[in-house]
C-alpha cells in the first residue's frame, strides 16, 4: 500500500516526464486511515478474538486498501468518501468486537432482521433517492449520508436463512414443507427488487438461497430446480425488461453497437488489451474512459493498471478468502455458525464472480459491486460485517467442530467458486494478450488519442512538404489542428473522445513511433512510462 500510494503520487510526473508536474496528495489521507484502522483493529483482534483464522484481516485489508486506492487515483471526490466508509465500518468493527452474545442475538430474532430489512428496502418506493441526481431510487438520503437498503438485505437473508435451516432441520421435513416459510419471505425480497429494477441483486438473492439451501439439505434437486428457475425468469426479464434486453445482447455481440449500448463492456475489454500482462501502471492508464469505473467497472480498471497479473492476484485473493471461509464453516461448532459461515463466503465470492465475470464477457453485466474494492459505503459496511461474522465463528479450537454428514456439498460449491475464478482468470488472459492488438487498433479505442496529448505526435506532409496537421499546447493538454479542412475526409481525425479515423487511424503506428522504432525501445517506454 505504501508503495502504491508512493507510485500514484508521482504518476502525473512520470506521464508528463517532468518533475514540475503537480503531483497527488490527497491518497495519503486514505492510506494515512487505512493504516492506522487496521493496526487497531489487528491489535483488538489479537486481544478478544486469539484464535481466529489468521488469513481473514490482511485479506480484508489487502482489498479494502487496493479498492481505496484505486478510487482515489479515479475520483478524489469518491476516494474521500470512501475513505470515511472505510473508518465508519473499522470502528462498528470494533464495536461489534465488544458483544460477546452477538451470534445467539442474530439467530434468535431472526424473522425481525429480515422483515427490518424488507422494510427498510420497501422505504425506497416512497423516499428512495439516487446519489448521482438522474437514475433509480435505490438508496435512501440520510443528510449527507446515502445507504443502500438492498445491501444490507444481503445479509440479513444469509443470517435469516442459517438461522431458519439450523432450526428446522431436527424436524426432518420433506423438502417442501422445509423450505415453504422461507420461500415466501425469500419471494417477497426478489419481488420488491425485481419492482426496483435492481435485478442483478435479485439474481444474486436467488444464487445465494440455492446454495445454502443446498449446502443444508444436501439435495441436488434444489440446484436443478433454482437452475430452471433462473432460466426462466432470465427469458422473463428478457421479454419484460429493457435493460435486460440491453445486457444480454451487449454480451452476445457488443461490436454490433459499440459505440452506444455496449460502449462499457467495448471499452472495458480495450481496457483489459491496454493493460497486457504488468499494466500501464497505477495512474498512468486511462481507466476513466469507461462509466462508472470507480464502482462496476473497477476490475478492468484494476487490469489495465496493473496488468493481467494484478488481475490474477486479485483473483487469488479473493479464492484464498473463499477457501478460508468454507474451511471456517466446515468447522464451525453448531449447524446455524456452519449455514451462516457457509452463506457469507458464497455471498461475497458469488459476487465477486458475477462482477468480475461481467466486466470482461464471461457473463452478462449485473450492476453489483466487487466487495471491499468497488466504491460503496454500505457495500463495504456490510463485506465487513460479513469478515467480522467469519472471525467470530473462526474463533475456536478445531477440535469443537460440529459433526457433519456430508462435506460432499461444501467441496462442490467451493469446487464451483474456484472453477468460476478460473474462468475469469483465462478469460482475463485471452483478451489481455491473444486478442489485445485487434482490440487496440479499434478506430474506437481513445486511448491513443489520449496518449497523444502527453506524447507529440508526427506531422502530416502533402507531396510539397507543407503541414496538414499541427500539434499545439503542451505535454498533457497536446491538441491536435488540421490546417487543410477540405482534406478533413480523408485525414479523418485523432480524437480522445471518438478515437480515430481516415489516415490518422491507418497511420497510426507511424504517427506515434511505433513503427520505425524497436520492439525493446517501445516496450522500455511502456515499462517505464506507461506510453505507447
Not at 149 to 175: F, G
Not at 205 to 225: D, E, M, N, Q
Request: aromatic share 12%.
Amino acid at each position: 500500500m505504501f508503495l502504491n500510494s508512493l507510485v500514484l503520487t508521482f504518476a502525473p510526473a512520470v506521464r508528463l516526464h517532468t518533475l514540475q508536474a503537480e503531483l497527488r496528495w490527497q491518497h495519503w489521507v486514505g492510506f494515512a486511515t487505512w493504516l492506522a484502522g487496521y493496526a487497531v483493529l489487528y491489535r483488538q483482534l489479537n486481544k478478544l478474538l486469539p484464535e481466529r483464522d489468521p488469513y481473514l484481516l490482511p485479506i480484508i485489508a489487502l482489498l479494502n486498501g487496493w479498492g481505496l486506492l484505486m478510487i482515489y487515483r479515479l475520483s478524489t471526490n469518491f476516494g474521500i468518501r470512501q475513505t470515511i466508509w472505510t473508518a465508519l465500518a473499522i470502528i462498528g468493527f470494533l464495536v461489534a468486537l465488544k458483544y460477546k452474545n452477538l451470534l445467539p442475538v442474530l439467530r434468535r430474532y431472526k424473522y425481525v432482521w429480515l422483515i427490518s430489512g424488507l422494510l427498510l428496502t420497501l422505504l425506497t418506493f416512497v423516499i428512495g433517492t439516487y446519489p448521482g441526481g438522474s437514475g433509480p431510487g435505490l438508496w435512501l438520503n440520510l443528510g449527507s449520508v446515502y445507504i443502500q437498503p438492498s445491501e444490507i438485505l444481503k445479509l440479513l437473508l444469509i443470517i435469516y436463512l442459517a438461522a431458519y435451516l439450523a432450526d428446522t432441520l431436527k424436524a426432518r421435513l420433506r423438502l417442501a414443507q422445509l423450505l415453504a416459510p422461507s420461500l415466501i419471505l425469500i419471494a417477497i425480497a426478489v419481488l420488491i427488487l425485481v419492482a426496483q429494477r435492481d435485478l442483478g441483486t435479485a439474481t444474486l438473492f436467488i444464487i445465494l438461497y440455492t446454495i445454502v439451501v443446498y449446502l443444508a439439505s444436501g439435495k441436488r434437486r434444489v440446484l436443478l430446480i433454482s437452475f430452471i428457475i433462473v432460466i426462466l425468469a432470465l427469458i422473463a426479464g428478457y421479454l419484460v425488461f429493457n435493460v435486460i434486453q440491453l445486457r444480454i445482447e451487449a454480451w452476445l455481440n457488443p461490436w454490433q453497437d459499440a459505440r452506444n449500448n455496449s460502449y462499457q463492456i467495448v471499452q472495458s475489454l480495450i481496457a483489459v488489451a491496454n493493460g497486457g500482462l504488468l499494466g500501464r501502471g497505477l495512474g498512468l492508464g486511462s481507466p476513466a474512459v469507461i462509466p462508472v469505473a470507480h464502482s462496476d467497472f473497477i476490475f478492468t480498471a484494476i487490469l489495465e493498471e496493473f496488468g493481467v497479473a494484478g488481475g490474477l492476484a486479485l483473483v487469488m485473493v479473493l479464492a484464498l478468502f473463499t477457501t478460508r471461509g468454507l474451511t471456517i464453516a466446515l468447522c464451525a461448532p453448531n449447524q446455524f455458525q456452519r449455514f451462516l459461515a457457509a452463506g457469507l463466503t458464497s455471498y461475497i465470492a458469488t459476487q465477486s464472480i458475477l462482477i468480475m465475470g461481467g466486466t470482461i464477457r464471461l457473463l452478462p453485466l449485473t450492476g453489483v459491486t466487487l466487495p471491499f474494492i468497488s466504491y460503496g459505503g454500505t457495500s463495504l459496511v456490510v463485506s465487513a460485517a460479513s469478515a467480522l461474522l467469519l472471525m467470530i465463528i473462526s474463533n475456536q479450537p478445531k477440535d469443537q467442530a460440529a459433526p457433519i454428514d456430508r462435506t460432499r456439498p461444501y467441496k462442490l460449491v467451493g469446487g464451483v467458486f474456484l472453477a468460476g475464478f478460473a474462468a475469469i482468470t483465462m478469460l482475463g488472459i485471452y483478451w489481455g494478450f491473444f486478442r489485445a492488438d485487434a482490440l487496440l487498433a479499434r478506430g474506437d479505442n481513445p486511448r491513443r488519442a489520449i496518449s497523444d496529448m502527453y506524447v507529440y505526435r508526427g506531422t502530416l506532409l502533402d507531396r510539397n512538404n507543407h503541414p496538414l496537421t499541427a500539434n499545439s499546447g503542451l505535454a498533457g493538454k497536446y491538441k491536435r489542428d488540421y490546417l487543410y479542412p477540405p482534406l478533413s475526409a480523408v485525414i479523418g481525425y485523432s480524437d480522445p473522445n471518438y478515437g480515430q479515423t481516415g489516415i490518422e487511424f491507418r497511420m497510426d503506428d507511424y504517427l506515434r513511433g511505433l513503427a520505425e522504432n524497436s520492439r525493446f525501445h517501445v516496450d522500455s517506454v511502456r515499462l517505464l512510462y506507461g506510453q505507447d
